[in-house]
């Protein structure tokens, strides 16, 4: 059976470890317990969603304000363990995920997918913006260095389709 529920106690956080690492592998099992705390602190909640016992999707979720979206509940995180991704259980957290931003009378969801993840999001129903989330590090903006250009990692390209090859006539 299939449950989802919010992670609070220390126990329960540490479990969560091995499958958040899948997704965001800079964490560290020593200070995840840590880290989640702090986030707590400012509205983040971690929920997990299992089978049998065992974590299969976690979602970390916050409330959050903006400008540009005002009141909204923000997927910081969700993953789903590799061996089970295709069998509806990242689909389910996200719409568990909709029912509580509904109790709060929170019409939307937002996001920053992983292009890796894209396929996923769209099959779910996400609509993609024109913004990109964009990052520096602070050291390389203070400097006096000319910025070099940054190849993005591999899963950050866009996928080019291959364009079918032309066809050859044959005359006799």
Known sequence: MFVIRELTTDEDIASAFPLMHELRDRIQAD????????????????????????????????????????????????????????KGYGKEMMRHIAELAEKRGLSRLYLDSRNTARGFYLRVGFTFGSASPCWIETSKLLSNEPPRPHKPHKAQQPHKAKKPAAKQSRRK
Request: glycine share 12%; proline share 0%.
């Open 31 to 86: 200070t995840f317990i840590e880290e989640v705390h702090r986030q707590q602190e400012e509205s983040y909640f971690l929920l997990g969603g299992a089978v049998d016992g065992e974590w299969v999707v976690l979602a970390g979720v916050r409330l959050a304000h903006t400008l540009a979206r005002g009141e909204h509940l923000f997927v910081d995180d969700l993953v789903t363990a590799s061996g089970v991704q295709g």
